[in-house]
Nanobody, 118 residues
């Protein structure tokens, strides 16, 4: 069973930066992809970014391109999301997720709140 634990959320002003981290319990992620999603009250969870554990094939939703960067550290077994130039519309609960490369997102963390104040 894959377990994911997010950290790094908080309150930041417009234009500021935060770095989210996701610690994964699984030690063999070679066939996995990792992702970040976010959700606000009353809305569906939306995709933010993903990366293959190999470090290739990164993807971003259009609204965060050029501002957010996803990365992974194979030695620490973590996936990070560096968020720069934060906007009020980035306010959400952010979730880390994992899936087999060709599969559905099956494993989720508990979420971490990101609040951007104007």
């Amino acid at each position: 069973q894959v377990q994911l634990v997010e950290s790094g959320g908080g309150l930041v002003q417009v234009g500021g930066s935060l770095r989210l981290s996701c610690a994964a319990s699984e030690r063999s992620f070679d066939t996995y992809k990792m992702g970040w999603f976010r959700q606000t009250p009353g809305k569906e969870r939306e995709f933010v970014a993903s990366i293959r554990w190999s470090g290739t094939t990164m993807a971003y939703t259009d609204s965060v391109k050029g501002r957010f960067t996803i990365s992974r550290d194979t030695a620490e077994n973590t996936v990070s999301l560096q968020m720069n130039g934060l906007k009020p519309e980035d306010t959400a609960v952010y979730y880390c997720a994992a899936a087999r490369i060709s599969g559905q997102w099956a494993y989720w963390g508990q979420g971490t709140q990101v609040t951007v104040s104007s």
